[in-house]
C-alpha cells in the first residue's frame, strides 16, 4: 500500500500510523497532545488510529480532509501535482507536511 496521502503526509513515519501498527499508547498519548496544542482538537487516545490516509481506517482529523477532497475532483495523486496550488496547501504544506507527529528515522 502506498504510504502518501494527498496532502503528501508519509504515513509510514506518522505516529498516530505507527501507534496504530504496535499498539502504542505512549505513541497515541503524544498524538492527543500534539492536535490538541496545534489544532485545538479533542481526540480521545482511543479514537488515534490510523492504517494511513488511503485505506479504509484513517483518523478521525482526517476524515472531512480537503486536500483528499480536491485530488479526488481534480483526479490528481496529490496536492504537489496539482498546477495551481491554492493557499491553504501551500501554508499547511509549508508549517507541517513531514514535520510534526512524525517518526525521525
Known sequence: MDMICCCGHDCSKCRVYRATITNDDAMR?????FYKAQFNMDIPSEKMRCLGGRSEEIMEAC????????????GLYTCSQCPQPCETFTGY?????????????
Do not use: G, H, M, T
Not at 498519548?29 to 497532545?33: A, L
Not at 504544506?93 to 528515522?105: D, F, L, P, T, V
Open 29 to 33: 498519548d503524544e498524538s492527543v497532545r
Open 63 to 74: 476524515l472531512e480532509c480537503p486536500f483528499k477532497k480536491c485530488c479526488e475532483e481534480k
Open 93 to 105: 504544506a509549508e508549517k507541517y507536511i513531514n514535520k510534526y507527529n512524525q517518526i525521525s528515522e
